[in-house]
């Protein structure tokens, strides 16, 4: 079954830390870019960050740059996103989303940052 299911999400207080993981299943996980996108409450979509096929460009929206960190595991078919000094603005629902097409999307892993 082809799918991706993200989890690792949960409730913060502003500075901590959490680290998301996105299983992938069903196709060849090592032929497609990643990223992480999230959706803020009453918001739209917001691009958070990819990776490339060999893992070794990634990309960040300025919101979370030095912050958080994506990386993704070939061997295990996985996707990462490690969040750190998270801050009340990045509660969302977060997506894991193949390729640059972005034709495939996970059901989302809530973030929520307390003030």
């Known amino acids: 079954q082809v799918q991706l299911v993200e989890s690792g999400g949960g409730l913060v207080p502003s500075g901590g830390s959490l680290r998301l993981s996105c299983a992938t299943s069903g196709f060849t996980f090592s032929n497609y870019w990643m990223h992480w996108v999230r959706q803020a409450p009453g918001k739209g979509l917001e691009w958070v960050s990819d990776i490339n096929i060999e893992g070794s460009d990634p990309s960040y929206a300025d919101a979370v740059k030095g912050r958080f960190t994506i990386s993704r595991d070939n061997a295990d078919n996985m996707v990462y996103l490690q969040m750190n000094n998270l801050k009340p603005d990045d509660s969302a629902l977060y997506y894991c989303?193949?390729?640059?097409?972005?034709?495939?999307w996970g059901q989302g892993t809530q973030v929520t940052v307390s003030s």
């Open positions: 989303v193949r390729s640059l097409k972005f034709d495939l």
